[in-house]
């Protein structure tokens, strides 16, 4: 612990430290570490003063965590990669995914959940605690649906026999892969939708 504080706030008297002592020393810290380090690190000395110093309010402003902005892939970039991943087994999972499904509705579908050009999404495949692949109802009950899918897609599900047999981050590291080849910004899978 002793390299996380600075010299002056471990050799302060444990009654003598004061709310902008605290604030100094986690602004300090906050100049090098994540914002989850620096709320780790703030909640020890809470936690020690609470313990010997019960009465002592503390309110320490902590950084705001930064929340990375989607990146919406241009309809152009979206053609370049179904395109560059047509005969693949991710050609048809990343076409569902721009049609509006979560990869865990995709690996859930089987060839029976489409009827003519209707897909019916009801299920999805998860991790669960012991990181292994369960199947489970979708997130939501507004998320059980059924969707329209064009004449060419579901003519390829239907020639193919199924729609993805992979395991889940196999499709975001294929995305990922093609959209790295073709020079267009990468996006998450999710990011289709």
Same mark, same amino acid.
């Given at each position: 612990?002793?390299?996380?504080?600075?010299?002056?706030?471990?050799?302060?008297?444990?009654?003598?430290?004061?709310?902008?002592?605290?604030?100094?020393?986690?602004?300090?810290?906050?100049?090098?570490?994540?914002?989850?380090?620096?709320?780790?690190?703030?909640?020890?000395?809470?936690?020690?003063?609470?313990?010997?110093?019960?009465?002592?309010?503390?309110?320490?402003?902590?950084?705001?965590?930064?929340?990375?902005?989607?990146?919406?892939?241009?309809?152009?970039? =979206?053609?370049? #990669?179904?395109?560059?991943?047509?005969? *693949?087994?991710?050609?048809?999972?990343?076409?569902?995914? +721009?049609?509006?499904?979560?990869?865990?509705? %995709? =690996?859930?579908?089987?060839?029976?959940?489409?009827?003519?050009?209707?897909?019916?999404?009801?299920?999805?495949?998860?991790?669960?605690?012991?990181? +292994?692949? #369960?199947?489970?109802?979708?997130?939501? *009950?507004?998320? *059980?649906?059924? %969707?329209? #899918?064009?004449?060419?897609?579901?003519?390829?599900?239907?020639? *193919?026999?199924?729609?993805?047999?992979?395991?889940?981050?196999? %499709?975001?590291?294929?995305?990922?892969?093609?959209?790295?080849?073709?020079?267009?910004?990468? +996006?998450?899978?999710?990011?289709?939708?």
């Amino acid at each position: 612990l002793n390299n996380m504080y600075s010299d002056t706030f471990l050799d302060m008297n444990l009654y003598d430290v004061t709310q902008v002592d605290i604030q100094t020393e986690v602004n300090r810290y906050a100049s090098n570490h994540s914002a989850k380090s620096v709320r780790n690190f703030s909640g020890l000395i809470s936690a020690v003063l609470g313990t010997y110093r019960p009465n002592m309010v503390i309110r320490t402003t902590l950084p705001q965590k930064v929340v990375n902005e989607a990146k919406i892939p241009t309809h152009d970039d =979206v053609i370049k #990669v179904i395109q560059a991943l047509e005969g *693949t087994e991710y050609h048809i999972a990343v076409q569902l995914a +721009c049609l509006g499904l979560r990869r865990s509705e %995709i =690996v859930a579908l089987d060839i029976s959940d489409l009827d003519g050009n209707i897909l019916t999404i009801d299920k999805a495949k998860v991790l669960d605690k012991d990181n +292994c692949i #369960v199947e489970k109802t979708t997130k939501t *009950t507004s998320s *059980t649906r059924k %969707i329209y #899918v064009p004449d060419t897609l579901a003519e390829e599900i239907r020639k *193919t026999g199924y729609i993805y047999r992979g395991y889940p981050n196999s %499709i975001l590291r294929a995305l990922n892969r093609a959209q790295d080849r073709l020079g267009v910004p990468r +996006c998450k899978l999710h990011e289709l939708r």
